[in-house]
Nanobody, 121 residues
């Protein structure tokens, strides 16, 4: 089994900061791309940021320059440092990882359970 466990969500004031973490565990051979998605009420889930196992990031335009993504491959953990939070940022944030469970097999997409980010004064 593979699990992705997120932490770090919560309530923050406009302009504030939060750091989201997501740790993968279980039967894992390697992890390719890891990323963060978000889904606000009534909207589709959208990519926030992703990062390859070599450290190459990719960002949605809405968070470029505000929310750097990073990962610790030894800890199988991906981070999203969110700053200058805006009224349009509140959503449930989901971690995603493309995980290879054994040598020579294709990767499978796994999701975390989601963590709520709320921006309010």
């Amino acid at each position: 089994q593979v699990q992705l466990v997120e932490s770090g969500g919560g309530l923050v004031q406009p302009g504030g900061s939060l750091r989201l973490s997501c740790a993968a565990s279980g039967n894992i051979f390697s992890i390719n791309v890891m990323g963060w998605y978000r889904q606000a009420p009534g909207k589709e889930r959208e990519l926030v940021a992703s990062i390859t196992n070599g450290g190459l990031p990719n960002y949605a335009d809405s968070v470029k320059g505000r929310c750097p993504i990073s990962r610790d491959n030894a800890k199988k953990t991906v981070y999203l440092q969110m700053s200058s939070l805006k009224p349009e940022d509140p959503a449930v944030y989901y971690c995603n990882a493309q995980i290879v469970r054994s040598w020579g097999t294709m990767s499978t997409s796994y999701w975390g359970q989601g963590t709520q980010v709320t921006v309010s004064s």
